[in-house]
């Protein structure tokens, strides 16, 4: 679209807008969806972990209180290992299920509602030698820009994370010292308590992370559609229609409009004439209009055919210089005669039909 080479500094209209977003081209953070399903994975595990320990202990009390290794059998391998399989279902489906809702609300936030079939489409021409070589070059290359941005990024991202979690052992350190010699119900609940909040700093880093990387998200994305001032021009030009093919429109239809109106020349009560330059022909209908109507009219060739159909069909035709020159300005065709005319078109009209004696 346009001069590619030209320098690209509009922001993108909305028809650039639409067809990105059906191309499957929009902006979304990663990073954002994964720090909205850590967050809902950590509120999960705080939420059902009472329940998780109670069914984890009463599986292991049952199971090894009752094991009897000198009465297994290799058949009895499936049915030890059922229990296993029944509770960390119970314990697993839960989690799968919100974290399948929570992460289709989140997608739907970024994404919005589209289905892009290009994004889909298989692209028989990735799998080339030539084409999978350039990309392993382009993920390894220490040089690419695009990587090493990436790569500082994840560095930067990994430092924020792990220091939210230091932070944590840093100032509760005093605490970690004291389980040096407490009873184990003690040492647990204090870990816990520490264990849960590196989580909670945790997530409201990652939170913050995708929070920032949504905007550079957007910010990269609005560069990359961003749009030359041609590019804007060529786009409006094609909305508006290739001006040839709008001339070959409109011929058409004036060619219609002719054909319609030659077709009524033969209904038409009198035409009246310039003599030569100018044609109008008049119909007077009671049942469709109060006053007489001009149902065709033109000059030059026009008029010519317009008299010569009029013959063909035994219409009256009267020459009145001023009255054709002043319908032809005045009245468009299908037009009621104005009131400052009426009595000139009487006039002919009652000549006509005085005439036919009708």
Do not use: W
Request: aromatic content about 6%; charged content about 25%; some cysteine.
């Amino acid at each position: 679209m346009g001069n590619s080479g030209a320098e690209r500094t509009e922001p993108a209209t909305g028809k650039r807008r639409d067809e990105e977003r059906n191309k499957g081209n929009i902006s979304k953070s990663p990073d954002l969806n994964s720090a909205l399903m850590i967050t809902t994975g950590v509120a999960l595990l705080s939420m059902f972990a009472d329940s998780i320990l109670v069914q984890l202990k009463t599986l292991f009390s049952d199971t090894f209180s009752h094991l009897r290794p000198d009465e297994i059998s290799p058949d009895d391998i499936l049915l030890i290992f059922l229990p296993f399989a029944k509770a960390t279902g119970q314990i697993a489906l839960p989690f799968l299920i919100v974290l399948a809702v929570v992460g289709f609300v989140v997608v739907r936030m970024q994404v919005g509602h589209i289905f892009a079939l290009d994004k889909i489409k298989p692209k028989i021409d990735a799998f080339a030698p030539s084409k999978m070589l350039d990309k392993l070059k382009k993920m390894v290359n220490p040089v690419n820009p695009q990587t090493v941005v990436e790569f500082v990024k994840s560095l930067i991202k990994l430092a924020i994370v792990g220091m939210c979690g230091f932070s944590v052992l840093n100032g509760r350190k005093d605490e970690l010292y004291g389980l040096l010699g407490l009873n184990i119900n003690a040492s647990f609940a204090v870990i816990g308590s520490i264990l849960t909040q590196m989580l909670i700093n945790i997530c409201l880093a990652m939170l913050v992370i995708g929070l920032f990387d949504k905007k550079f998200q957007d910010y990269q994305f609005e560069k990359s559609i961003k749009m030359s001032k041609q590019e804007i021009k060529d786009e409006a030009r094609n909305a508006e229609g290739d001006p040839k093919i709008k001339q070959k429109i409109r011929q058409i239809q004036m060619q219609m409009a002719r054909q319609r109106m030659m077709a009524s020349i033969p209904m038409a009560d009198v035409v009246v004439t310039n003599p030569t330059h100018y044609a109008i022909a008049i119909k007077y209908d009671r049942l469709k209009a109060p006053a007489p109507m001009v149902i065709a009219k033109g000059v030059d060739f026009v008029a010519f055919k317009i008299r010569e159909i009029a013959q063909n069909n035994n219409i009256p035709i009267v020459e009145n210089r001023p009255l054709a020159q002043a319908l032809y300005k005045l009245v468009p065709i299908d037009g009621i005669i104005p009131s400052d005319m009426f009595v000139a078109v009487a006039e002919v009209l009652a000549y006509v039909y005085n005439k036919d004696k009708r």
